[in-house]
């Protein structure tokens, strides 16, 4: 019985495991192949460990630990990759494009640059920006 | 007061995974489990432990596990999303990075948040200044910072303003 619950949650971890590598084909730039890297290899991951504990309980404890490290470490990890994307963005868009409808952070960026050439007082210019 | 804090309960925390790790059964391992976490808790080689932002009242307990339920709901809710987005042939999206404020001061809270974020339906936490977040949404919806704050962060800022603000 334990074995079959077990074997059905690894398989629907295994399944979203696969969404994502779906996902990492699909997807038409490196931010949204970073959504679906996340969050589908987080809870898939989470689900394959759970499964494996309940097929093996004396695991569980340790399992349960690991998923503790998923969790956290997963995404700190594609925050990482998402902000080294986005500053090293002009030398990524020759090799692809990324598709943004808006970017707040290249404008917020770009007006504190300005800000700072404009104005010789830093500090003032980044309140008038804020 | 709060530093000890946060060295209290990363000792609590590492002797957890210690005794998780190897057999809770036997005294040898509580012992070497006990000098191990008290030796990484107090030596000053490690950055300022920033659990101690947490805060220990029963309501702030019952506060981390409404939180939890909130956060494993979301997971769920953003695997489907990622699935529905995945497998639709006409890939339903509308990526583009929006800012949002947060209210949360503390590091600890802040963190947890970002990452929140995350894992949560189409949002990834691109870089944080200060309280600003920048937020790569895969469908926008909204573009100002108010209206995008609402959306992407309201419930969880919420519930993380309870136990660590």
């Given at each position: 019985m334990n074995g079959t619950i077990g074997a059905f949650l690894a398989l629907g971890g295994s399944v979203f495991l696969l969404l994502a590598s779906i996902g990492l084909i699909r997807m038409p730039d490196y931010y949204n192949r970073m959504q679906t890297g996340t969050k589908a290899t987080t809870l898939g991951s989470i689900l394959f460990l759970l499964g494996v504990g309940v097929m093996r309980p004396e695991w569980l404890g340790k399992l349960l630990l690991l998923v503790g490290f998923v969790v956290l470490t997963n995404p700190v990890s594609s925050h990482a990759l998402a902000r080294a994307a986005h500053r090293i963005r002009d030398r990524l868009g020759k090799l692809e494009k990324a598709v943004l409808a808006v970017d707040a952070l290249a404008d917020d960026e770009a007006a504190e640059t300005a800000a700072d050439r404009s104005d010789t007082d830093a500090g003032n210019g980044e309140a008038k920006h804020a | 007061m709060k530093d000890l804090k946060g060295r209290a309960a990363r000792f609590v925390l590492l002797l957890g995974a210690w005794l998780v790790l190897t057999d809770a059964r036997k005294p040898d391992e509580w012992i070497a489990g006990i000098v191990v976490a008290l030796l990484a808790a107090v030596?000053?080689?490690?950055?300022?432990?920033?659990?101690?932002?947490l805060k220990l009242s029963p309501k702030a307990l019952f506060g981390m596990i409404a939180y939890a339920a909130v956060f494993m709901k979301a997971l769920v809710m953003s695997n489907l999303d990622v699935a529905f987005r995945v497998l639709?042939?006409?890939?339903?999206i509308n990526p583009g990075i929006v800012a949002i404020r947060t209210r949360l001061v503390t590091p600890l809270g802040r963190l947890l948040l970002a990452n929140s974020i995350t894992l949560?339906?189409?949002?990834?936490?691109?870089e944080t200044k200060g309280d600003t977040f920048y937020i790569h949404w895969i469908?926008?919806?909204?573009?100002?910072v108010g209206a995008a704050t609402k959306a992407i962060v309201g419930e969880f800022e919420k519930r993380l303003e309870v136990f660590c603000g």
């Open positions: - | 030596l000053p080689l490690f950055p300022r432990p920033v659990l101690g932002d639709h042939p006409k890939l339903p949560t339906p189409g949002t990834i936490t691109v469908n926008v919806a909204e573009r100002d």
